[in-house]
């Protein structure tokens, strides 16, 4: 096998499994842990963490230590998070997602760097373009990496739907799921359904030893950068300072369109923070019990890959705005749809279709905002994305912050209305598009040139 094509594999399987716990974690978070509210608070740190970090820790670590120790250690904050979860408490928990979170942007960093120079490294010795072989290395690795989501979520349905507690729920306690949950009540079922200590340490067990074989794989298995292929690297991080790449994010303010685009990133996290934080708690756990969350989880990622794939296929023919009307439509439905409909466990389709149809916008979301960002700022990609990763990441911080504090109905609103404000948005941004002298017609083009490649690199 080509070399660095092995390499190429390393770092997708190793992401594959450190995702695999992580994912699964996630989606479990605000039921496994819901005592008052430790889960969505442990994320919310998390997500804090992860800006401070995308601020100034990448270029240091990925200087000092190369892409393969960078990504080797920041693994080793994920298994972090899944060793707190082992002894859940606001003791263990939020320090070891401050870890996670600082953990974060240096692994994607140093495995967008470790990529780029393979693909470049090959290129150059097999006489193709550069450009063309990173964006089959990306592709591959998305290929691999997002089928996380799934594995994740069916681990934990499958060690979890073994315990022997079957609660029936009773008719009294379905009323407080759904949107007009009981604040002061909704542990009441997940609690009563609570499974075993013994299965959620098999099931963490699981987690943590899926991290663990990710970070030998890598120690093993990935070949370090050969020092004059990252020295031209080393020379690229080390050309910015912190302060100048810190100031360069917040002078991109000074850009009307980016300062247009916050309610729609913003919109990205709290979108999916209310799936992963709200709708597993207070409709599939209230209703169904902890053991379904996974199987619903699954739903939503395997739609969401297949649709991401299917989206940056058919941009070129469709432009952006069809996809992003097809996306609000589909969110304001299933937001009006959650705002209507009183869970039951007689309803079981009914709890896949809303993460599916969650899942089809949340592909646009990614796919297109990421592709607009690109497009938009081509001569600013730096300072654009690193304004991409602060917004989304604090619509996540906002979204998992007031998770406990307020009723499902009212986050339906707020998600409606930031949505609705996003989208008129959007909107004078495409106006103010089309009336400069560049046009849109080579945006379209460009729009199918796999944005999830940039927003991860830069």
């Known amino acids: 096998m080509e070399r660095n094509l092995k390499n190429v594999l390393v770092i997708s399987f190793g992401f594959l499994l450190l995702f695999t716990a992580y994912g699964g974690l996630q989606s479990l978070q605000s039921s496994l ?22 601020m100034f820790l990448p270029p240091i670590l990925i200087k000092k230590l190369g892409c393969k120790w960078t990504i080797a250690i920041s693994m080793c904050c994920y298994i972090a998070f899944s060793l707190g979860n082992f002894y859940a408490s606001w003791y263990t928990l939020i320090p070891t997602s401050v870890i996670l979170g600082l953990g974060g942007a240096p692994l994607w960093s140093a495995k967008c760097t470790y990529l780029t120079i393979a693909g470049t490294s090959y290129a150059e010795k097999a006489g193709k373009n550069a450009k ?31 315990s022997s507690t079957k609660v029936e729920i009773s008719e009294e306690d379905l ?8 604040l002061t009540d909704t542990t009441n079922t997940t609690e009563s359904a609570k499974p075993s200590n013994s299965l959620i340490y098999t099931l963490l067990g699981v987690y943590t030893a899926s991290g663990v074989l990710a970070v030998l794989l890598v120690i093993i298995f990935l070949d370090q950068i050969k020092s004059n292929q ?27 369109r980016q300062c247009l685009l916050i309610p729609l990133t913003m919109f990205s996290g709290f979108e999916q923070g209310f799936l992963s934080g709200d709708y597993t708690k207070v409709y599939v756990t209230c209703a169904l019990g902890i053991q379904y969350v996974g199987y619903v ?25 069809l996809l992003f009307a097809l ?48 497009i938009l700022f081509e001569k600013h990609k730096e300072a654009a994305f690193a304004n991409y990763r602060l917004w989304e ?10 998770s406990t504090k307020l009723q499902a ?50």
Not at 33 to 43: D, H, I, T, Y
Not at 304 to 316: A, D, V
Not at 333 to 358: D, E, M, N, R, T
């Open 33 to 54: 842990n819901s005592e008052e509210g430790l889960g969505v608070a442990s994320l919310s740190v998390l997500y804090a963490a992860l800006i401070l970090s995308s």
């Open 132 to 162: 063309d072989i990173i964006n089959q290395y990306f592709g591959v690795f998305f290929l691999v990496f997002q089928s996380s989501g799934i594995w994740g979520n069916l681990i934990s349905s499958l060690i979890l739907s073994q």
């Open 175 to 182: 009323e407080c799921c759904g949107a007009y949950n009981c």
């Open 230 to 256: 990252a020295e031209t690297e080393k020379e690229k991080l080390e050309a910015p300072s912190f302060w100048s790449t810190f100031l360069a994010t917040f002078r991109h303010l000074k850009d009307k």
């Open 297 to 321: 989880m699954i739903c939503f990622a395997a739609v969401n890959s297949l649709c991401s794939l299917l989206f940056g296929k058919i941009s070129q023919f469709t432009g952006r705005k």
């Open 327 to 374: 996306a609000t439509v589909t969110n304001t439905a299933c937001i009006i749809a959650l705002l209507l409909w009183k869970p039951h466990p007689k309803q079981l389709a009914v709890f896949f279709v809303f993460p599916g149809l969650w899942g089809l916008s949340d592909a646009v979301w990614q796919t297109q905002t990421n592709g607009l960002y690109g």
């Open 393 to 402: 990441s604090l619509g996540f911080v906002i979204a998992f912050g007031y």
């Open 409 to 458: 109905s009212i986050k339906l609103y707020i998600l409606l209305s930031v949505l609705v404000l996003s989208m008129v948005m959007y909107g004078a941004v495409e106006y103010l598009e089309a009336k400069s002298s560049t046009g849109t017609p080579t945006a379209t083009k460009k729009e199918n040139g796999g944005p999830h490649s940039q927003e991860t690199c830069t």
